[in-house]
């Protein structure tokens, strides 16, 4: 098991930690960059002061009530839906592949994509919000044509790791997509 | 034949332009700023409302505000998500045939498989 920093697409830096739990079975996990303590009190610190302008403009003190209640409920769903911790992949040599989120809040969400509808795992370059970024991705295979990917699952989108870590992760899913592939012939 | 050139016939193209814009433009300061009882008592009584004076240059700012914010989003709107095929492939490549493979030809254009590409990018041991 080992862990390395590198830096995500907008430069906060992020760490992926390797684990190989057998010769067929790696997990590979993005730990984002935790809540920031400063930015959590400068939006805090915006909204009170705009909702004190505003009640010093309309003299209602329900206004200044009601931004307390929504930064707590914003901050709850924010944590809960939105802040990724960690984003891990676990690649099973013959079973398939296992994609999990664990939000700030602790709640995990996690997708398995069977091996048989596995065509590939590739890095790829698309434009996102008036920037080109690298990113991993699971091609799925279509089951009419051999050749062809019926659909596309891209993988650590909240942690978007930077093209040094992409290739780790590539090589890592490689040698276990590649077991499965020589495997079955050797027998 | 298509040559970016001087020609006589542009010489009077652009100078009609010329004269023609020149025209316009006297035309409409003659609209928005002469009071409307002195165009009445030439004789000049069917123009526009002078509303539209302020109007009409008013629209003209705002569609072109508009539209630069409308070009933004329209391109970011067909950009293709993530997760879309479009982003490895699309109708010409899955339709391309393979040409027979020659010795000492140079190999014929065609579309390489993602998967082949990354093979070739980031695996090399050496």
């Known amino acids: 098991m080992e862990e390395r920093q590198y830096r995500s697409a907008s430069g906060a830096p992020i760490a992926l930690r390797r684990r190989q739990h057998s010769a067929s079975c790696r997990e590979l996990a993005v730990r984002c960059p935790r809540l920031q303590l400063r930015s959590l009190s400068a939006v805090t610190s915006t909204v009170w002061l705009a909702a004190y302008g505003l009640f010093a403009l309309s003299e209602n003190s329900m206004v200044l009530s009601a931004a307390i209640f929504i930064t707590l409920v914003g901050l709850i769903i924010y944590l809960h839906f939105v802040k990724v911790d960690q984003e891990s992949l676990l690649v099973i040599g013959s079973l398939g592949i296992q994609v999990t989120s664990s939000y700030a809040s602790g709640k995990e969400s996690t997708t398995f994509i069977e091996m048989s509808q596995v065509k590939d795992v590739v890095i790829n370059e698309a434009i996102h919000m008036q920037k080109v970024i690298y990113y991993l991705c699971i091609l799925l295979q279509d089951p009419g044509d051999p050749q062809g990917v019926s659909e596309v699952v891209p993988l650590f989108q909240s942690s978007k790791p930077r093209l040094d870590c992409l290739i780790e992760l590539y090589k890592s899913c490689q040698e276990i997509l590649e077991q499965g592939r020589t495997d079955p012939q050797v027998e | ?126």
Do not use: C
Not at chain 2, 55 to 61: C, F, M, Q
């Open chain 2, 1 to 126: 034949e298509n040559s970016p050139a001087p020609l006589p016939e542009r010489a009077i193209y652009g100078f009609a332009l010329f004269l023609g814009s020149w025209f316009g433009f006297i035309l409409y300061l003659i609209w928005a700023y002469i009071p409307e009882t002195w165009l009445f008592s030439l004789g000049l009584t069917y123009w526009p409302q002078k509303y539209w004076a302020v109007a009409l240059p008013t629209y003209l700012l705002v569609a072109i505000g508009i539209g630069y914010i409308l070009l933004f989003g329209i391109n970011m709107m067909s950009t293709a998500p993530l997760n879309s095929t479009h982003t490895i492939t699309d109708n010409y490549a899955k339709k391309q045939q393979q040409k027979k493979y020659q010795e000492e030809a140079i190999p014929a254009l065609r579309d390489i498989p993602i998967s082949e590409v990354n093979r070739m990018f980031f695996l090399p041991e050496k």
